[in-house]
DNA sequence: GCCGTTTTCGGCCCGACTGTTTTCAGTCG
């Protein structure tokens, strides 16, 4: 029946559903590509842009790559109900708990299937008792060594750690890298895999490495103190799980073969199924270690080493395919591909390209530092400005300035700015000083308070350099309420930037429930940038918004919402979403010079 | 189940490692 009261079933759990039925497809030893079809579907689901259950209700079906007539009238009856009864029936028949067992490392759905055909496994705690049992040994191809298998994977999965913030993934790269980098004929070494993709959170890490003598590197590798278990060893590869870590995998590539090594490990997954698709059609068979001439029956020619083809680098590897090179950030079959194809690929944002940072704090509210050394910091880093961004009086619980205290601190940025000015001229400013010199600027963090109304009046709004909006309180509101609350900081002629519009933390906070459509063609209407929020625990706007937004005409600013000098950095991880929602630096108001990020502040009535 | 400037049927990406195997299936990335 339909239920046209109930809230949208989101993106993400169509997807969830979608997966699932795939791997209760698999399970039940259902066609490959069949279950295939459904994994690939709930990711192209939650890509998606659009608001897929939303725009099948309203009778305006996307089209989506990967969806075909028997997953859209899935759909239809999930937007449509919330219900599926195909997914309840296949529920009942594969229990989720069954499904579970799939998170094992080493257990497949072949496995799961024989565990409960023949043994009536049906729970993790089933598996668990009849390992310990030495009931596995008695199935075909299972041994005792199967059984301490199936324990260890057991405990690593109930042990398995949520997957990392970029920051922790770049800290255990860093160290890793540190460790091997003395091995005696390493030519290189480098991360690959999600992290040089710069996804949102990483699961496992990988590494690729150029060696003269690949056995000492994999000893000295396995060897590490760090290293928890081998998983895997072989005389080109090894993969560890570290100690209150990640698996990390390592790959030895021949010296100057490193292009189809390096993408075939950074992936993604998707991105490589493509190229293998487009090299097929071309006749050539692709894989990690280089093009092979496909013969006349399909099959790689075996024998002859003529026919593989090897590239020392990435760039010449995509161009065997009459591709540009394609930026790592872009490499999950969005698109890139044909636009790859078309010559249109974006020119990214860099890191180099910003020239300051428009969200920060200081110990005036809730950051830890000072104002001299935030802004010290900023200096030293280059930087044109740093927008100082305290919270608004209403945020109590992170000491909101008052009027009073607004002007005081006022005072001090003023002061501040005199001496940077007076060092410039005499010529006595730090080396690392920006050409154009540097300024604090004075914002705030202004607080969209419950009903809607800002934190501050107008008048003293407009005495500000830049002013970024934010959502903190009342999160739980309906989506009208909540998105007229972001909508009336998007109109207000004095805010400039909406910060973490989605005000999510990663793993933890689900993001607002907002008219998103709504918000970025107002913010676009408006001029009103809109964050990439830089903070690894945030990431706001996602990528897959941003890319959204920036469709519907939106402006961003990147920005590290620091609370500590340390955190200035988190342009890094800004830049790296930027990226990965194709954005350019024409797009980022903090790729601009000071004058003119104040020339567009002070623009932004007449941008109304 | 999806998809089509070679197909509306017949394909659908590739290889290393593991374990139990005597030639290979399962899992993983």
């Given at each position: ?14 997807a ?6 795939g ?7 259902e ?24 725009a ?22 999930l937007a449509?109900?919330?219900?599926l ?6 529920r ?31 729970t ?6 009849a390992?310990?049992a030495?009931?596995?040994r ?17 405990a690593?999965l ?8 970029l ?7 860093e ?23 710069r996804?949102?959170t990483i ?10 003598r ?17 998983i895997?060893r072989?005389?080109?590869?090894a993969a ?17 073969e ?6 075939h ?11 293998r ?13 280089g ?8 099959e790689?020619?075996?024998?002859d080493?003529?026919?593989l ?8 590897a995509?161009?065997?395919l ?5 930026e ?9 591909i044909?636009?790859a ?9 860099a890191r ?8 920060s ?10 104002i001299e ?11 044109a400005?740093?927008?100082?961004t305290?919270h608004?009086?209403?945020?109590a619980?992170?000491?909101g300035?008052?009027?009073?205290r ?11 700015n005199?001496r ?6 005499a ?12 300024r604090?600027l ?12 800002l934190?501050y009046p ?13 959502v903190?309180?009342?999160?739980r ?6 998105t007229?609350r ?27 429930d ?10 676009a ?7 990439l ?17 920036a ?14 000098t340390?955190e ?14 194709w954005l350019?630096?024409?797009?980022i ?5 000071r ?5 567009w502040?002070?623009?932004?009535p007449?941008?109304?």
């Amino acid at each position: 029946m339909d239920d046209p009261e109930s809230p949208p079933l989101s993106n993400g759990e169509l997807a969830r559903i979608f997966h699932e039925i795939g791997d209760m497809l698999e399970v039940k030893g259902e066609l490959v590509f069949k279950t295939v079809a459904y994994h690939r579907a709930a990711d192209a689901i939650a890509h998606s842009p659009v608001e897929v259950a939303r725009a099948y209700r309203a009778g305006d079906p996307p089209r989506i790559a990967g969806v075909g007539e028997a997953i859209a009238r899935k759909i239809e009856e999930l937007a449509r109900t919330g219900h599926l009864a195909f997914y309840e029936h296949l529920r009942e028949e594969v229990p989720p708990s069954l499904v579970a067992l799939l998170g094992i490392p080493g257990v497949g759905p072949r496995t799961v299937k024989q565990l409960h055909d023949e043994l009536g496994v049906e729970t993790l705690d089933d598996l668990r008792r009849a390992a310990e049992a030495g009931t596995l040994r008695g199935l075909r191809g299972m041994s005792e060594k199967t059984e301490e298998q199936v324990l260890a994977g057991i405990a690593t999965l109930e042990n398995r750690k949520d997957r990392m913030r970029l920051g922790q993934a770049e800290e255990i790269v860093e160290t890793l890298l540190a460790e091997l980098a003395e091995t005696p004929g390493l030519r290189s070494i480098q991360p690959a895999g999600s992290f040089r993709r710069r996804r949102e959170t990483i699961g496992d890490l990988d590494l690729l490495a150029e060696t003269d003598r690949p056995l000492e590197l994999v000893g000295r590798f396995v060897g590490l103190p760090t290293v928890e278990s081998i998983i895997a060893r072989g005389p080109h590869k090894a993969a560890v799980r570290l100690l209150r870590g990640p698996q990390v995998d390592l790959m030895v590539m021949p010296p100057d073969e490193a292009g189809t090594y390096l993408i075939h490990f950074t992936g993604s997954k998707e991105h490589n199924v493509r190229l293998r698709g487009m090299a097929r059609d071309r006749g050539w068979s692709l894989s990690e270690k280089g093009y092979l001439r496909l013969g006349d029956d399909g099959e790689p020619a075996t024998g002859d080493a003529a026919d593989l083809r090897v590239f020392p680098t990435e760039a010449e590897a995509y161009g065997f395919l009459g591709l540009p090179f394609i930026e790592p950030e872009l490499r999950e079959d969005r698109g890139e591909i044909e636009a790859a194809v078309a010559g249109q690929l974006p020119r990214l944002v860099a890191r180099t390209d910003l020239r300051g940072d428009c969200h920060s704090h200081s110990d005036w509210s809730d950051g830890v530092h000072a104002i001299e050394q935030m802004a010290e910091s900023a200096r030293r880093r280059g930087y044109a400005y740093l927008v100082l961004t305290d919270h608004t009086v209403s945020l109590a619980i992170a000491r909101g300035l008052d009027l009073e205290r607004v002007e005081r601190q006022r005072r001090i940025v003023a002061a501040l700015n005199e001496r940077f000015a007076r060092e410039e001229a005499a010529g006595t400013a730090p080396p690392e000083t920006a050409p154009e010199g540097f300024r604090l600027l004075h914002g705030c963090e202004l607080e969209v308070r419950a009903d809607a109304t800002l934190d501050y009046p107008d008048e003293l709004l407009a005495t500000y350099d830049l002013v970024v909006g934010s959502v903190h309180v009342a999160r739980r509101q309906s989506r009208e309420q909540l998105t007229a609350r972001t909508l009336a900081a998007i109109r207000s002629p004095h805010v400039d930037v909406i910060a973490h519009p989605a005000g999510r933390y990663i793993g933890s906070r689900e993001d607002l429930d907002l008219d998103w459509d709504t918000v970025y063609e107002e913010a676009a209407r408006t001029g009103t940038a809109l964050e990439l929020n830089g903070s690894d625990e945030r990431l706001d706007l996602s990528d897959v918004r941003a890319r959204r937004a920036a469709e519907l005409g939106c402006v961003f600013a990147i920005d590290s919402d620091a609370h500590r000098t340390e955190e200035l950095d988190n342009l890094r991880w800004g830049t790296a979403m930027a990226r990965r929602a194709w954005l350019g630096p024409d797009r980022i108001v903090n790729t601009r010079s000071r004058a003119e990020l104040i020339d567009w502040t002070a623009g932004k009535p007449g941008r109304v």
